[in-house]
């Protein structure tokens, strides 16, 4: 048990701790114990990705998400105690495949894990990086945590699943590309219907996760250099949107697009922060996003369903990103609407912008990346979003939510207490029942050995 | 009603089935003889402890330490049912019985004793020993409290007293057996420790063991008294008076 | 040092408390803690010097004959355990009920001196006389003070079910000698082989089942709950931290000499039940609004964790059993003990009138959170580590479902810790309507953190973590347990 | 013939489980513990029985029977005996708070 840090931590750990500079100082005046979570998990977090094997992997890991849960946890306990769960839930996971794997010794060196605890990994790492169906814990999380949790969260946190796939995926696997094409369309198509603005960046940014995923999976140095590209590249630019929609939510005391208003009059600086991210989550030349996509479209070359899938996601999160822009800044009140007092933005989370906006601007000016094919693959797409969220706009307004993974939650959740509380009638204090209990596990355990001592000896 | 019948059946039937796969692991040898320690026990008791009851020589003797524990639990038990009925005055629960009835009782009393102390004594030449001699021992206490009226006995004998008999008893077979472990013959070592044994049976033969039987029948006779004086405490007063004087 | 002292030290302080009570009544107290320190020196010392195998034989007898009492490693871990929780307790209950109840501490030294004599014992029926005094003395320490009807009914229960299980293990005595004619466990080991497999399924089916009933494991648990929820704080904590382990010791004891090369089988069931235990304890723990039957159903959890290391039927499976063994005492009895004294404080075990805590007593309920965290296994602390070994014990012999079954308690558990924690720290309108001090309560609660933070320091160890992988290979070598106790 | 002697001690340990698991009278709780010690002793002497011998005891005619299943149940009597007189103190507790003996009534311990 070691640590051996590489190119793909080391640009991790420079990752960790920019995404929580930027989301500390966005965050402004801090008690101390407001200050000691984000360092617990930039420590963690580090040490996690420059971790040499799976366990170590794995427990900095969960002490990363514990640590994010005390800042999801300003605002709402109830959505820090799902993430926790969530994450414990999946950390474990994770804990059983790597027991699984270990055949001798305590743990197993990080990288490519035995053939048959593959899909055990996938699993737990699913739950980290949102796989279709294991997202049930994103948009509801992303969108009830502060923004700069939120940041923290989609900028590094899910992150951490993806470097885990980075580790593990190292062959070309159908299964989990189109699993991430699955993710990508998913999330493109939930975004533009949601009305409120960080639920709206949540499935954003499960559709950019699923564009990773997808990367990964073709196996070739190419696909995970561009999947790396995007990590990078998504970081930074979900991270500016989703201060800007802390921002909205502290002007107007709501996260809920359609009672924003017209915040481009008061704000200009943060529009045009918002743009930029926009601008390079959509794709458009000499934007990081743009390179980074073009670098995933080319390592996808040769598969056309999943290229057509990634495209048509390219649509929706345009589609969504020009929803939030318009609903978010530039849509002006009619009559009564209009509120009273807008709020205003602290200082230094407009510094914390600016450095998120510096970063962007001079990586999609100078990417360290080699840029190779075109950048422009995504304009396409992003201008077809454009022009359908102009045309035919009645669909997109912000009225409600439609349903998905999570809102099978909360049956789940009924049909576990229903469980439980059937468990619980057996302890009915009776000693009788008691004993008649007592009495047929004493029958069932003879039973057994005699039986299993009969097949034994014959 | 029915669903108690049908507990009742399905009772039976996992109670019968659990009887029935027991049944099949039993183990019955065509020729049984003796084996193991057993043949061991009884061809050299008599050389190895002096006594003549076997049984009595293997519980002081060669497993004694059982017997130890088995006081013990005995001694739990009698605290423990003291503490759960403490705090509580002895309330006159009987007047006792018809005085002719009591004086038959003090004539019985002595020979009662005598048995008893006999039962103890002679442990380890018939069968007999420390927890039966205590058990006619306790006996006498409830007569007591039979013939006597509830606080007979309570007002001669302190249960301070019983405690220290009982706690004393505990204390001298452990001593025994420490005795052992000085000698360095090992814990509740008998013939080994220097106890010495006469001819086979004779009263004063079988070496620590008739003090061990001494030591616990001082702690069950004490034990089962204390035990049946704490139960009785809760007793409730009886309506009537105490029968007239004749 | 002879190991018999172990076993007669106690006993003999607690046939001398009754003396000392009516002759010197002002020393009880003094007496009662000396002796004590005097029993647990003796007991440590005894593991210490035993910890290379030591086996001595009653009366000078050879084993076949006498009763031999045996110290490997596996017993002398269990004697630290038991000479490190009764001391606690003993602190605790001092500190609460002061030196009156001189009964109380009769009962305290007798079950002290059964749980050494079980540990110690190498002879079957001995162990169930041991056994006896046990758990009548635990009957009864759950019973104290008698006023409290919950407190009788409690350990009502936990009579019928401890006798119901001792005659469970009284039969399987009884099987064995009718098969064997033997009772020291060394040549019970050795013959078992020829004992045929019918009659072999009869013995662990009694024996198992017996201790089951004993360690409460579910689904025979249901006295555990009851008992551990209903008495005196000290006694819970001893409940739960030492005496459910003797019963564990022992089904560690009997299933590898007696069963380990001979019936595989009764492992399956083993394990089996205890993720059985697990799922349960959790689900019940998690329904609980009252705090102390929240962590007693959580004493059924872990007590069905430890079983899934015994019954991985390895080497490896046993030494995180034992680690996590320790691990539990010190977090459980540090939960029971601070649960207990805020409950006190606040005259309420209800978690939902639990507010307001934080404030009243933080070190306590800070010590509460690091002993939760680390019991639900949570990364750096010591229940992570054993849950970890466990883990990896049960998927290298590739079961998996336990250990799944291990992770979500995890989570399940983190969800009702949480529930109290929140409690704790949310503040109440309502001031504590008790502020008595507690400085042995409170110095008891730090000396667990600090053993809790150490147990999770212990693998990283390199001495410490080959002692615990030897305690695992002495319970699994029966042939030189046999070596031993037949003195070859 | 030892065949009856144990599957008499069977059925009487089953009759004593059957007791347990179908009364609810706390005091046939009670009964029923004895009668399932009493199988278990019973098989225990049984299992020392051996045709044709006497008692172990020393000026001995013939062969004697195992001496050593007859100490267990002198042990086990007693701890049986202590058993059941907790139990009996209990219930006389249990009494005084609930003013019955049903097991059905006596569930203030439940969930």
């Avoid at chain 1, 950019?208 to 196996?219: C, D, E, N, R």
């Avoid at chain 1, 100078?366 to 094919?373: A, D, E, H, N, Q």
């Avoid at chain 1, 454009?386 to 349903?403: A, D, E």
């Avoid at chain 2, 049946?228 to 309506?239: G, Q, W």
């Amino acid at each position: 048990m070691s640590f051996n840090p590489d190119v793909l931590s080391l640009v991790m750990v420079f990752l960790a701790i920019f995404m929580t500079f930027c989301s500390s100082l966005y965050g402004g005046r801090r008690t101390l114990p407001r200050l000691v979570a984000p360092c617990a998990f930039c420590l963690c977090a580090c040490l996690a990705s420059i971790a040499d094997d799976w366990l170590l992997f794995i427990v900095f890991l969960e002490l990363s998400s514990i640590a994010l849960v005390f800042m999801v946890g300003e605002k709402d306990r109830d959505t820090a105690r799902y993430y926790l769960y969530t994450q414990l839930a999946g950390g474990g996971i994770l804990l059983v495949a790597t027991a699984l794997g270990s055949v001798r010794g305590f743990s197993i060196p990080m990288g490519p894990v035995p053939e048959g605890v593959f899909p055990l990994f996938v699993l737990g790492l699913g739950v980290k990086a949102a796989l279709p169906g294991l997202h049930f814990w994103l948009p509801k999380t992303h969108s009830q945590a502060p923004a700069e949790a939120s940041a923290l969260l989609s900028g590094y946190a899910v992150k951490m699943g993806i470097y885990g796939l980075f580790r593990i995926v190292l062959s070309s696997s159908t299964v989990l590309m189109s699993l991430g094409a699955l993710m990508a369309i998913w999330g493109a198509v939930m975004g533009p219907f949601q009305s409120d603005a960080k639920r709206l960046l949540a499935y954003s940014t499960l559709s950019q996760l699923g564009f990773m995923v997808a990367a990964i999976s073709t196996g070739t140095e190419l696909g995970r250099i561009a999947a790396l590209a995007h990590l990078i590249s998504h970081a930074l630019a979900k991270g500016l949107l989703f201060f800007s929609a802390g921002g909205l939510e502290k002007i107007w005391g709501t996260r809920d697009l359609a009672l924003t208003g017209p915040t481009f009059r008061s704000h200009r600086w943060m529009f045009f922060a918002f743009l930029i991210g926009a601008l390079s989550m959509a794709g458009l030349p000499l934007s990081p996003g743009a390179w980074s996509k073009g670098l995933i479209k080319l390592s996808l070359e040769g598969h056309d369903l999943i290229l057509l899938a990634l495209t048509l996601s390219g649509v929706g999160t345009s589609l969504s990103l020009c929803k939030m822009g318009y609903y978010g800044f530039l849509k002006p009140f009619y009559g009564a609407e209009k509120r009273s007092i807008p709020g205003v933005v602290p200082l230094c989370s407009g510094f914390s912008m600016a450095l998120m906006c510096l970063a962007i601007l001079s990586l999609g000016a100078l990417p360290p990346f080699r840029p190779v094919g075109s950048s422009l693959s995504s304009v396409l797409p992003a201008m077809v979003g454009l022009s359908l969220f102009v045309l035919i706009p009645v669909p997109f307004r912000p009225l409600s939510r439609p349903k998905d993974v999570e809102d099978m939650v909360p049956c789940l959740g009924d049909l576990f207490s229903r469980f439980v509380s059937s468990v619980r009638k057996l302890h009915s204090g009776n000693l009788v029942a008691y004993l008649f209990t007592l009495v047929t596990v004493a029958f069932v355990v003879l039973n057994f050995l005699q039986n299993a001592m009969k097949t034994l000896r014959r | 009603m029915r669903a108690q019948v049908f507990h009742r059946w399905i009772g039976a039937a996992l109670c019968l089935s659990l009887g029935w796969w027991m049944w099949r692991g039993l183990i019955v040898s065509a020729d049984p003889s003796l084996f193991g320690p057993a043949a061991y026990y009884v061809a050299n008791t008599a050389s190895d402890t002096g006594a003549s009851n076997i049984v009595a020589a293997i519980l002081f003797d060669y497993r004694g330490f059982d017997t130890f524990g088995e006081a013990t639990v005995i001694y739990t038990t009698v605290c423990g049912v003291a503490m759960l009925f403490a705090k509580r005055r002895l309330r006159r629960s009987s007047w006792g019985l018809s005085p002719i009835v009591k004086r038959g009782m003090g004539m019985m009393v002595p020979f009662i004793l005598v048995y008893a102390s006999s039962i103890v004594i002679m442990g380890h030449i018939t069968p007999g020993g420390g927890f039966q001699g205590g058990a006619v021992f306790a006996t006498v206490t409830v007569l007591f409290c039979v013939i006597y009226g509830s606080k007979f006995e309570a007002s001669r004998i302190s249960p301070k007293v019983k405690e220290v008999i009982e706690s004393s008893g505990a204390l001298l077979f452990a001593a025994v057996g420490l005795w052992g472990l000085a000698e360095g013959a090992g814990f509740l070592a008998n013939l080994d420790a220097g106890f010495s044994s006469g001819p086979i049976g004779s009263l004063f033969s079988g070496g620590a063991i008739p003090l061990l039987n001494i030591a616990v029948g001082m702690k069950v006779g004490a034990g089962l008294s204390t035990l049946f004086y704490s139960m009785i405490k809760i007793l409730e007063d009886p309506a009537e008076g105490p029968p007239p004087e004749v | 040092m002879n190991p018999v002292l172990a076993v007669v030290a106690p006993l003999s302080v607690g046939f001398l408390v009754p003396l000392v009570h009516i002759f010197k009544k002002r020393h009880t107290g003094m007496s009662v803690i000396i002796s004590a320190g005097i029993c647990s020196v003796v007991s440590a010392v005894v593991a210490l010097s035993g910890w290379d195998g030591v086996a001595v034989t009653m009366g000078g007898w050879t084993p076949e004959l006498g009763i031999s009492l045996m110290v490997d490693r596996l017993s002398g871990a269990f004697l630290l355990l038991a000479a490190t929780g009764f001391p606690i307790s003993l602190a605790c209950s001092m500190e609460s009920f002061g030196y009156s109840p001189w009964r109380f501490y009769v009962l305290f030294f007798l079950s002290w001196g059964a749980v050494n004599g079980i540990i110690l014992t190498g002879d079957l029926f001995n162990m169930f006389v041991f056994f006896e005094i046990f758990s009548v003395a635990a009957y009864l320490m759950v019973s104290y003070p008698p006023r409290s009807w919950q407190a009788v009914e409690a350990s009502f229960k936990y009579l019928i079910f401890g006798t119901v299980g001792a005659m469970f293990l009284l039969l399987g005595i009884a099987y064995s000698f009718m098969a064997t004619g033997q009772l020291n466990l060394g040549i019970l080991s050795q013959m078992m082989a020829s004992v045929p497999p019918v009659t072999l399924s009869v013995i662990g089916g009694c024996l198992v089942v017996g201790l089951f009933v004993k360690s409460g494991t579910a689904p025979t648990h249901f006295w555990l709950p009851d008992a551990h929820s209903s008495a005196q704080t000290s006694v819970s904590a001893l409940l739960s931290g030492v005496l459910v382990k003797v019963s564990v010791y022992a089904l560690i004891r009997l299933s590898f000499l007696l069963f380990f090369p001979v019936m595989r089988e009764v492992f399956s069931v083993i394990l089996f039940l205890g993720t059985l235990s697990v799922i349960l304890g959790h689900l019940m723990a998690f329904q609980q609004e009252d705090i102390k039957r929240l962590l007693a159903y959580s004493t059924v959890a872990q007590i069905g964790t430890i079983l899934i290391g015994v019954g991985c039927a390895s080497s490896f499976g046993v030494s995180a059993a034992v680690y996590h063994c320790f691990n539990h005492m010190t977090a459980k009895m540090g939960l029971f003990l601070v649960a207990g004294a805020l409950a006190e404080d606040r005259a309420s075990r209800d978690i939902s009138h639990m507010s307001g805590l934080w404030a009243h007593r933080p070190l306590f309920v800070a010590a509460f959170a690091l002993f939760a965290v680390s019991l639900a296994g949570i990364p750096p602390f010591s229940g992570f580590m054993s849950k970890w070994l466990l883990l990896l014990a049960s998927t290298k012999e590739g079961h998996i479902v336990p250990a799944l079954a291990i992770v979500a308690g995890t989570v399940v558990s983190s969800a009702y810790y949480l529930k109290v924690l929140r409690a704790f720290f949310s503040p109440s309108e309502t001031p504590v309507p008790h502020r008595r001090p507690r400085p042995v309560s409170g110095r008891l609660v730090a000396l667990l953190s600090v053993l809790c933070v150490l147990l999770a320091a212990a693998p990283f160890i390199p001495g410490a973590s080959s002692v615990l992988f030897s305690v695992g290979d002495s319970a699994v070598d029966g042939a030189s347990y046999r070596d031993v106790v037949l003195g070859k | 013939m030892i065949h009856v002697s144990y599957g008499c001690a069977i059925a009487i340990f089953c009759i004593g489980l059957y007791t347990l698991i179908t009364k609810r009278n706390l005091f046939k709780t009670v009964i029923g513990l004895s009668i399932m010690e009493g199988g278990v002793l019973l098989f225990m002497v049984a299992s020392g029985f051996i045709p044709e011998a006497g008692p172990p005891l020393l000026p001995m005619v013939g062969g004697s029977v195992n001496p050593l299943p007859h100490t267990f149940p002198l042990t086990a009597i007693v701890i049986g005996a202590s058993d059941v007189a907790l139990a009996l103190a209990y219930i006389i507790k249990i009494h005084r708070h609930y003013g019955t003996v049903d097991v059905d009534k006596i569930r203030g311990l439940r969930g």
